[in-house]
T-cell receptor, first 114, second 115 residues
Framework: QKEVEQDPGPLSVPEGAIVSLNCTYS??????FMWYRQYSRKGPELLMY????GNKEDGRFTAQVDKSSKYISLFIRDSQPSDSATYLC??????????????FGQGTRLTINP | SAVISQKPSRDICQRGTSLTIQCQVD?????MFWYRQQPGQSLTLIAT?????????ESGFVIDKFPISRPNLTFSTLTVSNMSPEDSSIYLC????????????FGPGTRLTVT
């Protein structure tokens, strides 16, 4: 079983729709929970970051963490064609010398159709 | 934030050969990370490179196959040795920032195809 599971999609929705992306995880040692966005032929960029259960909102994006269920979600409201990208959930755990290791989900390829 | 560049951006190589990928950061960093992103797969950590010490490899990755150099605080190389088609992948380097939140910044990646 993978430490982090994410439905790879692809997911295609019309512009303006609400998008829900989800990941489950098995390692209780994960400290921080993140969502990265990766455009084609680019490196991933941090989109949202949380470390506790609950919701965190940033503009049209809401990140949700449920540690008891080991489940995280990303919601995108009023989706735009520019949101078309691959979204990767990532979770961190301490490894050594204060460094942290990121464990990524498979990534969900999202397309927003005008 | 950190700005990271990688060379080459892409390459096509024959099996049995080796390719060295360079990663340059615009600021001094302690830790650098090398990831592999296989087609349709997630990013998988290959190794962590701390300047002045040997790289630490994740399970399933070995130094003979993926030797790493870290000569200073702004530069690192990853070599993919004795390549096979299974090594076709995107290789990314990243650096971490701990303040105000923990974050890793990624380079654009090197797209490797082995024929």
């Amino acid at each position: 079983q993978k430490e982090v599971e994410q439905d790879p999609g692809p997911l295609s929705v019309p512009e303006g729709a609400i998008v829900s992306l989800n990941c489950t995880y098995s390692n209780s040692a994960f400290q921080y929970f993140m969502w990265y966005r990766q455009y084609s032929r680019k490196g991933p960029e941090l989109l949202m970051y949380t470390y506790s259960s609950g919701n965190k909102e940033d503009g049209r994006f809401t990140a949700q963490v449920d540690k008891s269920s080991k489940y995280i979600s990303l919601f995108i409201r009023d989706s735009q064609p520019s949101d078309s990208a691959t979204y990767l959930c990532a979770m961190s755990a301490f490894i050594f010398q204060g460094a942290q290791k990121l464990v990524f989900g498979q990534g969900t390829r999202l397309t927003i159709n005008p | 934030s950190a700005v990271i560049s990688q060379k080459p951006s892409r390459d096509i190589c024959q099996r049995g050969t080796s390719l060295t990928i360079q990663c340059q950061v615009d600021s001094q960093v302690t830790m650098m990370f090398w990831y592999r992103q296989q087609p349709g797969q997630s990013l998988t950590l290959i190794a962590t490179a701390n300047q002045g010490s040997e790289a630490t490899y994740e399970s399933g990755f070995v130094i003979d196959k993926f030797p790493i150099s870290r000569p200073n605080l702004t530069f690192s190389t990853l070599t993919v040795s004795n390549m096979s088609p299974e090594d076709s992948s995107i290789y990314l380097c990243s650096v971490e920032s701990k303040y105000p939140i923990y974050e890793q910044y990624f380079g654009p990646g090197t797209r490797l195809t082995v024929t």
